[in-house]
């Protein structure tokens, strides 16, 4: 069996006097797609970024490649393949969008490959080939998603967490988002997706999990959770 890429054990994180994570445990394989589901306020986001380490946790283990993340800061998680799309996109708006996927690539010195990636990310997004010179902070909020994809995959990440990808977008391109992560999940890159559309993320992912109140109370393969009544009832309206 393949060790996990990514492994929580026990994860607790405690903010204003709010404990938001009770106590979680989850884990991605190398290659595999996870999605994370829940209501607002379920604990999804702090996940994310206590994994990306902008948040610290008061105990708990969250292991990387088989190293623990003790200690690491943010900047050294992302130089070691760890991603984050956070939720809002968080684009420079006044750079233009090459500058922006260039941003992702801030702590690789292989300039050649940088160029290579450059043009796969084009090839990925068509669409931000041809707005390429233009302000990021001028784009179509759909088209701001994808230059957030894309410059996190300008690092050349082995774990990618999506935090609420489809948020406020037209059903057209949300359809285009998630084409993408397949396409990007077809590479072999491990996928954590936070998603309030659980349809949508338990549709594209091979297992998931849902949070309640800081806490996970169901997890398994995606498949079975789409089928189950607990989430049809609670997140799939039915």
Same mark, same amino acid.
């Given at each position: 069996?393949?060790?996990?890429? =990514?492994? $929580?054990?026990?994860?607790?994180?405690?903010?204003?006097?709010?404990?938001?994570? !009770?106590?979680?445990?989850?884990? %991605?394989?190398?290659?595999? &797609?996870?999605?994370?589901?829940?209501?607002?306020?379920?604990? !999804?986001?702090?996940?994310?970024?206590?994994? %990306?380490?902008?948040? +610290?946790?008061?105990?708990?283990?969250? /292991?990387?490649?088989?190293?623990? =993340?003790?200690?690491?800061?943010? +900047?050294?998680?992302? @130089?070691?393949?760890?991603? &984050? $799309?956070?939720?809002?996109?968080?684009?420079?708006?006044?750079?233009?969008?090459?500058?922006?996927?260039?941003?992702?690539?801030?702590?690789?010195?292989?300039?050649?490959?940088?160029?290579?990636? =450059?043009?796969?990310?084009?090839?990925?997004?068509? #669409?931000?080939?041809?707005?390429?010179? /233009?302000?990021?902070?001028?784009?179509?909020?759909?088209?701001?998603?994808?230059?957030?994809?894309?410059?996190?995959?300008?690092? #050349?990440? #082995?774990?990618?967490?999506?935090?609420?990808?489809?948020?406020?977008? @037209?059903?057209?391109?949300?359809? !285009?988002?998630?084409?993408?992560?397949?396409?990007?999940?077809?590479?072999?890159?491990?996928?954590?997706?936070?998603? /309030?559309? @659980? #349809?949508?993320?338990? /549709?594209?992912?091979?297992?998931?999990?849902?949070?309640?109140?800081?806490?996970?109370?169901?997890?398994?393969?995606?498949?079975?959770?789409?089928?189950?009544?607990? $989430?049809?009832?609670?997140?799939?309206?039915?």
């Amino acid at each position: 069996m393949t060790s996990p890429l =990514l492994e $929580v054990r026990d994860l607790k994180v405690s903010y204003g006097g709010i404990q938001a994570l !009770k106590g979680i445990s989850l884990n %991605a394989a190398p290659g595999e &797609l996870v999605a994370l589901i829940g209501s607002n306020g379920a604990g !999804k986001t702090t996940t994310l970024k206590t994994l %990306a380490g902008l948040l +610290h946790p008061a105990s708990g283990q969250i /292991q990387y490649d088989g190293k623990s =993340l003790k200690n690491i800061a943010a +900047h050294q998680r992302a @130089a070691m393949g760890i991603a &984050l $799309v956070p939720e809002g996109r968080g684009v420079f708006a006044r750079m233009t969008v090459a500058e922006n996927l260039l941003m992702g690539a801030y702590s690789r010195s292989d300039n050649n490959k940088i160029t290579t990636d =450059l043009a796969r990310m084009y090839g990925l997004f068509p #669409r931000l080939a041809e707005r390429k010179d /233009q302000l990021a902070g001028t784009l179509s909020g759909g088209e701001q998603q994808m230059v957030a994809m894309a410059r996190a995959l300008m690092s #050349r990440p #082995r774990l990618l967490m999506l935090d609420e990808p489809s948020m406020g977008l @037209a059903p057209l391109m949300v359809q !285009k988002i998630f084409e993408t992560i397949r396409d990007i999940a077809a590479l072999g890159m491990s996928i954590l997706l936070v998603e /309030q559309n @659980a #349809r949508l993320a338990l /549709q594209v992912a091979q297992r998931g999990y849902v949070m309640e109140s800081g806490a996970i109370t169901l997890s398994g393969a995606a498949s079975e959770l789409l089928g189950s009544d607990a $989430v049809q009832r609670a997140y799939l309206g039915k």
